[in-house]
T-cell receptor, first 120, second 112 residues
C-alpha cells in the first residue's frame, strides 16, 4: 500500500516552454500533497503544500506564478513549470500525506519516484 | 545556520559493520523525527519515524532521539550491500507528516 506515482519520470524541454508533472496517490486518498525540489547531492527543499480543493501554500522564495500547482482531486496533484529556464532543471519529487491505510490510522508522507526535468 | 545538519559523507564501510548516521538540529520545536532512504534517482522511502526521545527498533534499524541534545541517530546492524543509498533525516514541528525539514543526506556505501 501507500504507493505514489509521478509522470513523467524524465522530461526534456526547451527554454520558454511549460511542463506539467503529475503526482498520483494510487491506493489512498490524499487531502494534502507536497512538492519538493532536489538539486544533485543536495537535500529536498519543500516548494509548496497542496491541499485538495484549495490554493497551494508556497514556501518563501518560491514563485507561485512560475510553479503552478493544482490539486483537483483526492488522488491527483499537478505541478506546472511555466516558461522553464535552464536553472529550473532539477529533480522534482512529490509526496502525499496518508491518514489511514487498510483501516490503520497513521499520518505519514509517502514519496513519489521523482521527475527529472532538464531544460535546454 | 541550517535548521538540520547532516554530514553528507560519503561513508564507506565493509559488509556486516554497524553503521551510525547522525543529524543535529537547532529548532527545539521539532517533535516528529524520520529517517528516509533514497536510492539514486528515486524518491525517498520512509524507514523509521518517532515522536519522542529514546530508541525505536525495527529489524536491523534502530532510531535514537535525544531531544535534550537536539541529536538523532540511525543505526544499521549487519549492514548489507543493498543498504547502499543516501539516508536523509527529516523533522517536523507540527504533529504528523507536515512541512518536513530535511537534512542534506549521507551517502552510504556498503562494500562486499
Amino acid at each position: 500500500g501507500a504507493v505514489v506515482s509521478q509522470h513523467p519520470s524524465w522530461v526534456i524541454c526547451k527554454s520558454g516552454t511549460s511542463v506539467k508533472i503529475e503526482c498520483r496517490s494510487l491506493d489512498f486518498q490524499a487531502t494534502t500533497m507536497f512538492w519538493y525540489r532536489q538539486f544533485p547531492k543536495q537535500s529536498l527543499m519543500l516548494m509548496a503544500t497542496s491541499n485538495e480543493g484549495s490554493k497551494a501554500t508556497y514556501e518563501q522564495g518560491v514563485e507561485k506564478d512560475k510553479f503552478l500547482i493544482n490539486h483537483a482531486s483526492l488522488t491527483l496533484s499537478t505541478l506546472t513549470v511555466t516558461s522553464a529556464h535552464p536553472e529550473d532543471s532539477s529533480f522534482y519529487i512529490c509526496s502525499a500525506r496518508a491518514w489511514a491505510l487498510a483501516g490503520v490510522v497513521l499520518d505519514e508522507q509517502y514519496f513519489g519516484p521523482g521527475t527529472r526535468l532538464t531544460v535546454t | 545556520q541550517k535548521e538540520v545538519e547532516q554530514d553528507p559523507g560519503p561513508l564507506s564501510v565493509p559488509e556486516g559493520a554497524i553503521v551510525s548516521l547522525n543529524c543535529t538540529y537547532s529548532n527545539s520545536a521539532f517533535q516528529y523525527f524520520m529517517w528516509y532512504r533514497q536510492y539514486s534517482r528515486k524518491g525517498p522511502e520512509l524507514l523509521m519515524y518517532t515522536y519522542s526521545s529514546g530508541n525505536k527498533e525495527d529489524g536491523r534499524f534502530t532510531a535514537q532521539v535525544d531531544k535534550s541534545s537536539k541529536y538523532i541517530s540511525l543505526f544499521i546492524r549487519d549492514s548489507q550491500p543493498s543498504d547502499s543509498a543516501t539516508y536523509l533525516c527529516a523533522m517536523s514541528v507540527i504533529q504528523g507528516a507536515q512541512k518536513l525539514v530535511f537534512g542534506q543526506g549521507t551517502r552510504l556505501t556498503i562494500n562486499p
